[in-house]
T-cell receptor
Framework: DQQVKQNSPSLSVQEGRISILNCDYT??????FLWYKKYPAEGPTFLIS?????DKNEDGRFTVFLNKSAKHLSLHIVPSQPGDSAVYFC?????????FGAGTRLTVKP | KAGVTQTPRYLIKTRGQQVTLSCSPI?????VSWYQQTPGQGLQFLFE???????NKGNFPGRFSGRQFSNSRSEMNVSTLELGDSALYLC???????????????FGQGTRLTVV
């Protein structure tokens, strides 16, 4: 039961441009959402989160948007940098249980 | 402050064998969760332990089991290994299972298990 879906396995963006990573979910009861970033040979690291009562949260170059009616979440990275190249996981929490999407591999080209 | 430590980093086993993976959480963290990462499937939740008790379990067969010790260190065991068990197994620790926006989980580097 894939409650959190990242339908794009990969994304390639030019340095300096915007990267938009998408995530869809099926459970309207999720309390909040998170994005994790994972480099090869490392564990995922927390990037940014958003409560289900908000529609936007911004932290530096990273902004997460939440569209509850569409059950859709997106992460915007502006401007994208080569060091942002990694796998990005969307996660959602309900009743203290965290569920992850399949991940999107972002490649930022110099 | 040391991070989450998982041992071993790499492991090769043959079908039918069993394996035990270890996770030492961040000092002071009492909640440990285990995830399986495979290409295309993302992070699949295995189980979570808090204060030596399994608090939640994902949809994995009974061959997958775990436990947590009084010092919060956790082990997971997979018996009768199958080829499809080949994956990266990640452990995450957090202060408690009662998640809020500021109690995110911290992951270890994972154990890469290959079943041949």
């Amino acid at each position: 039961d894939q409650q959190v879906k990242q339908n794009s396995p990969s994304l390639s963006v030019q340095e300096g441009r915007i990267s938009i990573l998408n995530c869809d979910y099926t459970n309207s009861m999720f309390d909040y959402f998170l994005w994790y970033k994972k480099y090869p040979a490392e564990g995922p690291t927390f990037l940014i989160s958003i409560s289900s009562i908000k529609d936007k949260n911004e932290d530096g170059r990273f902004t997460v948007f939440l569209n509850k009616s569409a059950k859709h979440l997106s992460l915007h990275i502006v401007p994208s940098q080569p060091g942002d190249s990694a796998v990005y996981f969307c996660a959602a929490v309900v009743n203290n249980d965290m569920r992850f999407g399949a991940g999107t591999r972002l490649t930022v080209k110099p | 402050k040391a991070g989450v430590t998982q041992t071993p980093r790499y492991l090769i086993k043959t079908r039918g064998q069993q394996v035990t993976l270890s996770c030492s959480p961040i000092s002071g963290h009492r909640s440990v969760s285990w995830y399986q990462q495979t290409p295309g499937q993302g992070l699949q939740f295995l189980f979570e332990y808090f204060s030596e008790t399994q608090r939640n379990k994902g949809n994995f067969p009974g061959r997958f089991s775990g436990r947590q010790f009084s010092n919060s260190r956790s082990e997971m065991n997979v018996s009768t290994l199958e080829l499809g068990d080949s994956a990266l197994y990640l452990c995450a620790s957090s202060l408690s299972p009662f998640r809020g926006l500021n109690t995110e989980a911290f992951f270890g580097q994972g154990t890469r298990l290959t079943v041949v």
